[in-house]
């Protein structure tokens, strides 16, 4: 899945102006856990995202370092957690 960033970042020395996500395997939810929790009260039930665990997964499935995902603009950032939590078949509120 591809995100198009509306700011550069520089990843292994060179500028990148977008992420190309591939879809997380079974071995990358092992190691890295769910980007969310399900909280649940009575009826009611909500997703907290995990927003260490979406940086790691951004990190792993773009193949980027981790002082990439630092230098993404917050808008950016919510875009890539967006595509993340797809992979998971939740819908990230805007």
Known sequence: ??????????AHGAEVTELELREPTGKD????GFPYIV??????????????TVGKYVSRLAAVPP?????????????LAG??????GVEAAA
């Open 29 to 32: 939810v092992q190691e890295l």
């Open 1 to 10: 899945m591809k995100v198009i960033l509306s700011k550069a970042i520089t």
């Open 83 to 88: 595509a993340v939590l797809s992979f998971f």
């Open 67 to 79: 002082s990439s995902i630092d230098q993404l603009s917050a808008g950016d950032w919510s875009a």
């Open 39 to 52: 909280l649940m009260n009575g009826d009611d039930q909500a997703l907290q995202i995990q927003v260490k």
